[in-house]
């Protein structure tokens, strides 16, 4: 089996980040009298359209959320696709504070050039992205998801699944799936990361949690999470480190600090290196359950919406299958003595082929 790792962009531009992991096309969006400075990328669409959520962050440069968007984008098409979503994978990031700088008028301008893709990118909520927000986007295209009268806030089913990784990954440690006791550390309380301690609380485990806003922290408080400090968010002992927030929290600087037994969360990107921080986590005995798999639950929830005829309890049961796609990344790990993030992108590779080889002869 051959390594999987996504090359670095982030010291590339142009022609070169865009086909160095092969994606279909990169946008950049910009009005200045909105001052929107945004990116969509469009990774594949063997599968259908491209599918993925708008996050808007202050990134420190163009190029740090070029890389960002590259990878998100790349992730969700293997998300589709192990999830067997007929949907391919795309991610836009506007660049600027959600908190200050979010409005009407910006949202509506990044709609105009979603709608100037014809359908080839359908956006939804993400990072610093609401309901609300996706409603403005949808006054100036129909290219929308995640709306408050259909499938809604995604962040509960992202949760959901979550959850449910968390038990089977530790049914594949310990051998049961109780998390009754359990020490778990939830990096990032935002949307998902809250309705996941609300989980984790009421089956008994014992939660701690990080973020940088104080007042998403303190509502996961509330919901009965012990606060920490990010000094904390690494060495703290725990059985189950969850990341919740941004990507590439484990690399090199922070896996020698992990005393778990288990890495499970709904962050994007969570390996700095596909290869290298695999490894590294597989050598400390540290198991990881691929995050693409594992945050799948608001996507599929999504498709639904977009697949006509939304039903809760349907998009409910499909996440939920999410724990046995879990363990059966596993299992193929022993099988084929490799990484699990090489087990879940080859099952996405092996579904992507083979549908469009089928749709080579429409």
């Not at 089913?157 to 049914?171: D, E, N, P, R, V």
């Amino acid at each position: 089996m051959p390594e999987v790792s996504i090359v670095n962009t982030a010291e590339l531009s142009g022609f070169d980040a865009i086909s160095t992991n092969n994606h279909e096309l990169v946008m950049y969006c910009n009005d200045n009298a909105t001052g929107l400075k945004a990116i969509i990328a469009v990774h594949n669409t063997t599968l259908g359209p491209a599918l993925g959520g708008l996050r808007m962050w202050k990134y420190a440069s163009d190029k740090e959320a070029l890389f960002d968007v590259l990878r998100l984008s790349r992730g969700m098409t293997y998300k589709s696709a192990v999830a067997g979503l007929n949907l391919g994978g795309g991610k836009a990031v506007i660049i600027g504070d959600s908190r200050t700088q979010k409005n009407e008028a910006l949202l509506r301008r990044f709609g105009k050039f979603v709608n100037n893709l014809a359908g080839k990118y359908i956006t939804a909520e993400d990072v610093g992205i609401g309901v609300k927000d996706i409603e403005y986007v949808q006054n100036e295209t129909p290219y929308v998801a995640g709306l408050a009268d259909k499938s809604g806030d995604p962040s509960p089913f992202t949760a959901l699944g979550t959850y449910l990784s968390i038990k089977a990954g530790m049914k594949k440690v310990t051998g049961s799936d109780s998390l009754t006791g359990k020490k778990i550390m939830v990096q990032g309380t935002g949307h998902v990361g809250f309705y996941l301690v609300q989980h984790l609380v009421k089956e008994g485990a014992i939660v701690y949690a990080y973020d940088i806003h104080e007042d998403t922290l303190k509502k996961a408080v509330e919901a009965g999470a012990i606060a920490v400090t990010a000094s904390e968010v690494y060495t703290r002992s725990v059985e189950v480190y969850a990341p919740c927030a941004l990507g590439a929290t484990l690399n090199p600087d922070t896996i020698p600090q992990l005393t778990c037994a288990l890495v499970a969360g709904a962050a994007n990107n969570q390996l700095l290196d596909e290869v290298r921080d695999g490894k590294s986590l597989q050598e400390r005995g540290i198991l990881y359950a691929p995050d693409f798999v594992v945050n799948a639950g608001g996507i599929i929830n999504v498709f639904n919406e977009v697949n006509g005829n939304y039903n809760v309890n349907k998009a409910t049961r499909m996440t939920e299958n999410i724990y046995n796609t879990v363990l059966e990344i596993f299992r193929t790990c022993e099988e084929q003595s490799i990484l699990p993030q090489q087990a879940a992108m080859a099952l996405g590779d092996k579904r992507i082929r083979e549908v469009g080889n089928i749709r080579l002869y429409n």
